[in-house]
Every structure is written in C-alpha cells, then in structure tokens.
C-alpha cells in the first residue's frame, strides 16, 4: 500500500525499449533522462565510460523522462529523439543531443536530423504533429510508477540505483548487481 | 531513520478529512470543501525553498496531467507564509496552490497528525481524499526522502475502481 523503501523498474526491460548491448548480458543498466537536465548531461560520458569499460556485460536501455516544466526543450528533443528512432537512428540522436545539450531549438533539432541523414521532411512533420508524444509519455508514466523522482534515474538489474552516479559509484553497483 | 515513533499519528484511511481555510496567495483563501466532488492530494512538506521539497513540489508538477487523468487536484502544504509560498511557485512555475499553514502555525498540520513539533514544521505526509471529503489513502514519508507520486496514483487508481 504504501511506496517501498526499494524502487522498482515497472514494466521491466521490453521490446519497446532503445537497447544498446546483448539481451543476456549479467547487467542491465536503464537510465530515465531528459535531453536539457544538466545532471543527465553529467551522466552522459559516465554511461558512455561504463559502456567501454563492461563492453558486451552490459545492458544499457534508455528512457524518456522529460521534466518540461522546468526545461522547456525537453519534451521537443525527447519526441526528435523517437523520431530518429522511428528511422533507426535514435543513439545517433541521442547521442546528438547530449553533446549539444545547450542548442535544442526547432531549428537545431532539424540540423541534426540533417546532419543524421535522416529523411528530414518525415522527421519535421513527425515532430510537428507530435507523432512520437505518446511515446514518451509512456516513458514518463513507467518512470513516476517506478519511482523516478529527478533526472537521471538509474535502474540496476530493475532496482533504483539511489547512490551517485560517478564512474566510480556506478560501476561499483553494477559489478555488486551482476 | 526515526520513523517508528511518528508512523501511526498521520489521520488514517477512512477518517473524515478535517476541513481547512488556508491563504494559497495574501489575497485568496482556498478550503477544503472547494474540492467536494473530487479526489484531492493533500502534501504536507516541511519547507519551501529547500532541496528535496523542491524536487518533491517539481515533480507533482510535471506529473499534473497523471494526477488530472483522475479528476484530482492537489495542494501542498507547509508552515511557510503565502508571500513566501508565492515567490517559491514562481521560480519554480507551480501550477497547482501551496497552502499556508501559517497562523496559528501548524494548526491544520497537527489536526492531520503531520505536525513536527521538535522541528515546527510539517511531515513530509501525503493524503488522498475522496469526493465525499473522507481519507482513503495516507503516507508519512521520512522527512529527508521524497516520496515520489506512486503511492499517489496507486491510490487514485483503487479509489477510480471502487466507483
């Protein structure tokens, strides 16, 4: 009845979700973020760290958190990022727009679509028309009923990582998880 | 953390939700009885302004549009006056009233039980009121953790299929 003291992924890890890494790999690292949260770009090369690092024993997965109210680029890069995905190049996207955290206009997102080779009319109008909105508000529902409370949000193995998220703190619990 | 002592005091589901007139700005009164006919989130904090309220109050405001799919408003209430409350919600862009606990401090706090004497600030204590104005979920949180919106829309959810 009430929240527990340990948070837990829900749904877990599905179809649905950006995969980077083997299904069977020992960890499986999901993080919840937003394009325009300065910690998520913190937590961005740590992951990439962590990726290099565990190579094919790590799982990472990638959800949308968007906090709009108080990063008003957020939601418009998330559903740029669903739209690059729905091209098949969301971690190109992804990964765009975490090294230009601080450009996240309309005309920004489209240079990168560019920039992506992406089919940047169907990537505009999808944007346009919030094709990709739902999406990520299923992301946001699974992270407020999992107990994401701020960005990023770590999940080790389907459990809240509530420590920091250093290369150091990370790679700690995941090597403690597997 | 100390949470044995205080964990029974909060008003319990099924109690009658004591009403309240508390100032959301210096010049507008809001009381519970404005939210007849609809499921209400009551949040006690214990401060504006500080770290973990901040991202307590931030995230129910981004997941108001979760909290409207049930027909529910919420309001959060603290010790801190409405000036206060005021320049709290627009730096940080709050779209939904913090109520003044204010004079006499901590009155409609203690008759929810979500009083802390030892500090003279509210619990961090979280209620779902029904429609009809009676409790039908509450939680105390310890003080330095944020609880989240879960326990929230798992009671939204229960009291939405009880209809």
């Avoid at chain 1, 990726?51 to 949308?64: D, I, K, S, T, Y």
């Avoid at chain 1, 108080?70 to 992804?94: C, L, R, T, Y």
């Avoid at chain 2, 961090?124 to 989240?148: C, M, Q, T």
């Amino acid at each position: 009845m009430t929240p527990t003291a340990i948070a837990k992924l829900k749904p877990p890890v599905g179809a649905n979700d950006h995969v980077q890494g083997p299904a069977h790999a020992p960890a499986t690292l999901v993080e919840y973020g937003d394009y325009e949260c300065p910690y998520c770009g913190e937590a961005y090369p740590v992951v990439k760290a962590l990726q290099e690092r565990l190579g094919n024993q790590l799982r990472f997965v990638f959800r949308n958190f968007p906090l709009s109210e108080a990063h008003p680029h957020a939601e418009q890069a998330a559903e740029a990022a669903e739209a690059a995905g729905a091209q098949g190049k969301f971690w190109e996207m992804h990964d765009m727009l975490y090294e230009n955290q601080d450009a996240l206009d309309a005309e920004d997102l489209v240079r990168y679509a560019k920039a992506l080779r992406l089919d940047v009319p169907r990537f505009v109008k999808e944007l346009a028309e919030h094709a990709h909105a739902e999406r990520v508000r299923e992301d946001f529902r699974s992270g407020v009923r999992s107990g994401v409370n701020g960005t990023p949000t770590f999940f080790i193995n389907g459990v809240r990582h509530d420590g920091p998220f250093d290369l150091g703190s990370l790679l700690a619990a995941i090597e403690e998880a597997a | 953390m100390a949470t044995s002592e205080t964990a029974n005091k909060i008003l319990a589901p099924g109690a009658a939700a004591p009403d309240f007139a508390l100032h959301s700005t210096p010049d507008q009164l809001v009381t519970l009885s404005d939210f007849r006919g609809a499921p209400l989130i009551v949040a006690f904090y214990p401060a504006d302004w500080s770290p973990v309220c901040g991202d307590q109050m931030a995230l129910y405001n981004e997941v108001l549009p979760e909290f409207h799919r049930f027909k529910a408003a919420i309001v959060g209430i603290s010790v801190d006056g409405s000036w206060c409350h005021t320049a709290f919600s627009k730096d940080r862009k709050l779209h939904f009233p913090l109520l003044a606990d204010f004079e006499p401090k901590g009155a409609v706090a203690r008759r929810y039980g979500a009083y802390r004497e030892q500090d003279g600030v509210c619990e961090r204590a979280l209620f779902v009121i029904d429609g009809n104005g009676k409790i039908s979920w509450s939680y105390l949180s310890p003080v330095g953790v944020n609880p989240g919106a879960d326990g929230i829309l798992t009671a939204l959810e229960e009291l939405t299929s009880k209809k």
